[in-house]
């Protein structure tokens, strides 16, 4: 049983449609930021409607509709504050599935940041020095540390160039939908699961003087 008062802020990874089990797991938070791929269609966006946007909110992956946003949704990157716990935010994700989707019913071009926006980004993010970052996918760098093997994309180009202009003391995402957690040079990556064929959702709890509790 979780004491409600041992926590301020649960950080989700990705829903992908299932939001039964991500109403019960943010009634067990003051708030919740997710990480990206919450879910699209008319069915989910009826069921996600009454969500307090004050208190729950989401960070846009590359499976989210970006022609007709969840109201939850935060913008494109940028610093923010939930609950008392600061941190700097970067939506998006390339989606590795696009050839079997279809284009404004489960696949968006927008799905990640161009370079142009990429730029900005990174100028945020240094003016910022988060001690916090909360992403959809991750630096290159921790990808090979994953064992997932190399893929270059713009988003993670984008995440590289902010980690090495400023190395935070943690990193939380979702996109690969494992349980992973990595100390390196100096900041704790974390990797959170998602509900996919099956999966849980996978989640981490900040206290109300933003430590992390598990």
Known sequence: MINIKQYNVR???DVHGNIPTYLNLIKKAHYSIQLGD?????????KASKIDKSHHIV????HDDYSNPIHTALGDFGPYSLGGLDFFYVRGA????????TLGVDWWTQEEL?????????????RSKPE??????????IISLMGWGYRSTITR??????LEAHRPKRWIFGHHHINWRREYKGTTFRCLD??????TIGFCDFDKLGNLIN
Do not use: M
Request: net charge negative; hydrophobic share 30%.
């Open 11 to 13: 950080i989700l990874g």
């Open 38 to 46: 919450f879910g699209f269609g008319e069915d989910f966006r009826q």
């Open 59 to 62: 960070i846009l992956g590359n």
């Open 94 to 101: 390339y989606s590795i599935d696009r050839a079997y989707r």
């Open 114 to 126: 161009t370079w142009s926006q990429g730029q900005k980004c990174v100028e945020a993010y240094k």
């Open 132 to 141: 916090l970052v909360l992403t959809h996918d991750c630096p290159e760098e």
């Open 157 to 162: 180009q984008i995440l590289q160039a902010c």
């Open 194 to 199: 998602g509900d996919i064929y099956g999966h």
